[in-house]
């Protein structure tokens, strides 16, 4: 009877260990902690010792049990065996559908001791709690830079790789990530939920709202620490360091031009493959960059938007603003040469 109360005692123990998210069993080889032994025994036969017995015949990863390598043939046959009750969504393994419930009875079992915040799964926690630690156990083999899960770092590495396996239906246009496609495809539905309170400029997604806001506050907290200039986003401070630095991470395979962000590459590219993905709905003009295709709609909505601060004469494009402020300019230098002459 002590026997079986101290076996129910240790299991117990072990799962309030799942919700504290405490990790007493440390692999002394790379450091890593786990909640019970038999995991810490796993991951060392897994990830050191080298010795995994099945492999996949598609992708050549391997694995040490049989059990593991099946579920992991689903991702390549498609094949979702375990579905939800509530909504029918169905899944490659049953650890993901049980996680999955938890959307709909809005279970959170998971708790940071630090934060208080709550986690569906276990591992969503896991990815948390370095956030407090700051551990960033995966790393760059390029470049050294480290992150704090490995879905960062294989995303990471599709910079140094060229690599963009999410591309858009209607436009073609490739992505590296597909919350970059999801926000992309905004562009084409016009669905814009967030405006701005001061100017009325709508924006598909609330992050946008929020840098875009910046500039009626003129809250640039992202400075360079070499020239001073500041920022709105972090982002727009890590492009311009580039400029100190000389460094054009993004290189065209074809002519070997190298560019400071991504962008840039993409719009020469379509100089290349002729691509123009703009096209006016009006006169059927295509352009190969966005800017060019505003700058024309400009001509059929009659928008001038560019005026002359002297005599009030406006322009759908800035360059023609430039070119006729040369015009005040030569009558100014007139004025004055003609005022030096009299006596």
Known sequence: MWKRFCAVQQYLNIHIQSHTGEKIYPCKICGRHFLQAVSMDRHIKEMHTGKRLCSCEICGKSFLKADNLKSHMRRHTGEKPYSCK???????????VNAHVRIHTGEKPF????????????????????????????????????????????????????????????????????????????????????????????????RFLSTHVRIHSSDNPYSCEICGKCFTCSSSLNVHRRIHTGEKPYSCEICGK???????????????????????EICGKCFSQSSHF??????????????????????????????????????????????????
């Not at 709609?297 to 023609?320: D, P, T, V």
């Not at 009558?331 to 003609?338: A, R, S």
């Open 86 to 96: 509530i909504c029918g969504k169905c899944f490659v393994d049953k650890s993901a």
């Open 111 to 206: 708790s940071c001791k630090i934060c208080g915040k709550c986690f569906l799964q276990f591992s969503s926690l896991n990815r948390h709690m370095r956030i407090h630690s700051g551990d960033k156990p995966y790393s760059c083999e390029i470049c050294g830079k480290c992150f704090s899960d490995s879905s960062y770092l294989n995303t990471h590495m599709r910079i140094h790789s060229g690599d963009k396996p999410y591309p858009c239906e209607i436009c073609g246009k490739c992505f590296s990530q597909s919350g970059h496609l999801n926000e992309h495809m905004q562009i084409h539905t016009s669905d814009k939920p967030c405006s701005c309170e001061i100017c009325g400029k709508c924006f598909a997604q609330s």
């Open 258 to 280: 190298c560019f400071l962000r991504s962008h840039d590459l993409n719009r020469h590219i379509r100089i290349h493959a002729g691509d123009k993905p703009y096209s006016c």
């Open 294 to 343: 505003n700058t024309h709609m400009r001509i059929h909505a009659s928008e001038k938007q560019y005026s002359c601060e002297i005599c009030g004469k406006c322009f759908s494009r800035s360059w023609n603003l430039n070119r006729h402020m040369k015009i005040h300019n030569k009558k100014n230098i007139t004025i004055e040469k003609h005022v030096e002459s009299v006596p």
